[in-house]
């Protein structure tokens, strides 16, 4: 049995795009600017409000919910806004939609949402166009519909709105609701990049390093990438560390890398929690400590990422910076290798093979070497032929039956997962093979 395969296999990802969200209230600042020449002191504010000002309404609203020069008064503030919003002004209208989106002051309630986005999107607001379409991109209150989404963001990214601009891009780029066009979703990145916003800066450096909807131009990722470094990206981070742990563009500077992987690991990025894990072990960029591995390649598994589960498994096997701990292993494995991660189900194959931290099963073996191998696995088509050499042919039946068994569960739980998983349009993270 060929024992190479217990080497942790860190193959990772050199940078990552980031997801869609949807967008926060307007700041108190361009609120009270909105309304500056009938702002004055609150009392005169208040009049005006009673009298049926909707901009005095909505300044009186946003003055309660924050404190801004009179006592916080949450059901104040949520009365002058309701107001507001049924005069039919945009910005108190996308407020209230925002508020029964997430449950803030009200009941959860996304048909109210959706009510009050569409009203004020009506009126053409770039925030509430933005806004609903996350609703139609997410399937929040309405059904999934990435073709209105994109032209929702389309209408809002026509009058200037960098996030809508972000959020375009990204259907262009993955040919969601729109014809894919990766030409237009780099320029629509570039733009919203250049009007400073730090997830289009990091994605457009992504554009850059992949040379998709452009030529790859390593300077320009560096320049993106720092930017978004910068307004505080954790993705970034780690995409800067890749390129001085390889030298893109720029020497290699592995100690460089694990600096700027511990940055982007310290804010929970997993696949940075990885590769900083890679570099102790390897001693590459810092001195060699299993223990630092094991502490990152710990907090990665702890979020259920395969090849962390896998790695760390790999550590306990071996007692590297852990106590040397078979069934540790074996249940580190058998997490990963019910994601169908080929390496893990390897892994977990040999150990039932020879009953290490698991009860000896050779049906066992044969099921996880079997679905290892038609993943691509060399070494568990070999280890699988050697172990049907000494299996009976019930056992044989038996190791058949259970690879039946697992692979229709697995299609069942993915096709139940895939509604869901339609809903993320954007992951931070291609998966790592190893």
């Known amino acids: 049995m060929n024992k190479q395969f217990w080497g942790c296999g860190f193959v990772f990802v050199a940078a990552m795009l980031l997801s869609a969200q949807d967008m926060p209230l307007e700041s108190n600042e361009n609120l009270w600017n909105a309304v500056a020449n009938r702002s004055g002191p609150f009392l005169e504010l208040l009049r005006q409000a009673e009298a049926g000002d909707k901009y005095a309404q909505y300044s009186v609203a946003i003055a309660y919910a924050t404190g801004s020069g009179v006592p916080k008064n949450d059901g104040e503030g949520l009365r002058w806004l309701l107001q507001a919003a049924e005069q039919g002004l945009a910005g108190a209208q996308n407020n209230l939609g925002y508020r029964y989106e997430h449950g803030a002051g009200v009941p959860q309630d996304y048909g109210e949402a959706l009510r009050w986005f569409s009203s004020a999107a009506e009126q053409k607001l770039p ?33 200037g709105l960098a996030q809508a601009r972000h ?14 066009n990766t030409t237009e979703a780099f320029d629509l990145f570039h733009l919203a990049a250049e009007q400073g916003l730090p997830a289009a800066q990091q994605n457009l450096g992504v554009m850059y390093f992949e040379g998709e909807g452009t030529a790859r131009n390593y300077p320009e990722a560096l320049k993106w990438f720092s930017r978004a470094a910068n307004g505080g990206v954790p993705e970034a981070y780690h995409s800067l560390g890749h390129i001085y742990e390889f030298g893109n563009g720029v020497a290699r500077d ?32 810092v001195q060699r400590d299993y223990s630092e591995a094991a502490k990152w390649l710990g907090r990665a598994a702890a979020r259920g990422h395969p090849l962390a589960e896998t790695a760390i498994g790999a550590l306990y096997y071996r007692g590297e910076g852990v106590s040397r ?35 000896l099963s050779y049906a066992e073996a044969y099921k996880w070497f079997t679905l290892a191998a038609k993943s691509g696995r ?10 049907k050499q000494i299996m009976t042919a019930a056992q044989v039946r038996y190791g058949q039956a259970k690879v039946s068994e697992w692979v229709s569960h697995y299609n069942n739980l993915k ?14 993270a291609t998966a790592a093979q190893p």
């Open 127 to 159: 925030a509430a166009q933005y806004n609903l379409a996350y609703l139609y991109q997410s399937g929040e209150g309405v059904p999934l519909d990435y073709a209105r989404a994109a032209e929702l963001y389309g209408q809002a990214a026509a009058q």
């Open 167 to 180: 959020q375009l891009g990204f259907a262009y780029l993955d040919g969601r609701g729109v014809p894919r």
């Open 254 to 285: 592995p100690a460089k890398a694990a600096g700027l992987y511990r940055q982007a690991a310290e804010h929970d990025l997993v696949i940075a929690q990885i590769e900083l894990a890679a570099l102790y072990e390897k001693g590459k960029g």
């Open 325 to 359: 701990d078979y069934r540790q292993a074996a249940d580190w494995f058998q997490k990963a290798a019910e994601q169908n991660y080929a390496l893990a189900q390897e892994n977990l194959g040999f150990l039932c093979q020879n009953g290490l931290g698991v009860p």
């Open 378 to 387: 060399a070494g568990s088509g070999r280890a699988l032929v050697a172990l």
């Open 415 to 428: 096709g139940a997962t895939q509604g869901t998983e339609a809903r993320e349009l954007h992951s931070y």
